[in-house]
C-alpha cells in the first residue's frame, strides 16, 4: 500500500480543495454559527489576555 511522493501530495491536495470541504449530515451552518463564534471569540480574548500577561502586562 505505498505510495509514492507525487500521489501522496497530490492526495494531500485534493483533501485540502476548499471546494471538497465536507461537514456532517444535517449540518446547519445558521444553528451552530452563532454557538461557535461566541466560544471563538473567548478563546481569541482569552489568548490575547495571555499575551498582555507573558509581555509583563495587566489584564484588565
Known amino acids: 500500500m505505498a505510495k509514492s ?3 501522496l501530495l497530490a492526495l494531500l491536495r485534493e483533501f485540502d480543495d476548499p471546494e471538497r470541504l465536507e461537514r456532517p449530515l444535517h449540518y446547519d451552518r445558521a444553528a451552530t454559527g452563532p454557538p461557535r463564534d ?3 471569540r473567548q478563546v481569541l480574548e482569552d489568548l490575547a489576555a495571555a499575551e498582555i500577561v507573558t509581555r509583563g ?3 484588565g
Request: aromatic share 0%.
Open 5 to 7: 511522493e507525487v500521489e
Open 38 to 40: 461566541a466560544v471563538q
Open 57 to 59: 502586562g495587566r489584564v
